[in-house]
């Protein structure tokens, strides 16, 4: 294994690593690789809040990984048996029991894809946690062919002391 620094600024790694002869990584996607190894190796993973429970028009399953500050959350939805458009707007906000809600984060559509055997469309959001709280309510806001939507999902992350 070879290791070839090509340039160090603003504390981002620029380079690239060399394994034998044929495969080359750059370094920021070996860095990601390996702190999403650890990560995924510190803690339990992702929760799931909500299976296929349906929400006026939408069947919806929600799946959350927050802990330690920040977070991912997953949204799967379908309307009439198919996978939600991609002109769904999904929206998450997070507010501690007791606090003030936090801002809308907007949800990254990644189009559909077959989870629990069908086919769905899938939402990514990265809520950003800016006070440490036992609980929060997530609050999940969904527009489009199936209508206007708005619930909320109570959500106990993983203590600190176990990621």
């Known amino acids: 294994m070879k290791l070839k620094i090509l340039a160090l600024s603003t504390g981002i790694l620029a380079g690239e690593m060399t394994i034998g002869r044929t495969v080359r990584l750059p370094l920021r996607w070996l860095a990601a690789l ?84 069908r086919q769905r469309a899938m939402f990514f959001a990265f809520p950003t946690l800016f006070e440490q709280a036992d609980s929060y309510l997530m609050e999940v806001l969904v527009t489009g062919p199936g209508g206007e939507i708005a619930f909320e999902v109570e959500v106990t992350p993983a203590p600190l002391a176990e990621l």
């Open 34 to 117: 390996l702190l999403a190894t650890s990560l995924a190796s510190a803690h339990e993973g992702f929760v799931t809040r909500l299976e296929d429970e349906p929400v006026g028009g939408y069947t919806v399953t929600v799946l959350d990984d927050i802990h330690g500050g920040s977070g991912t959350v997953l949204l799967f939805l379908e309307v009439a048996g198919a996978a939600a458009p991609e002109g769904t707007e999904v929206s998450v906000r997070l507010r501690p029991f007791g606090g003030e809600p936090f801002g809308l984060e907007a949800a990254e559509y990644r189009g559909a894809v077959s989870y629990l055997e």
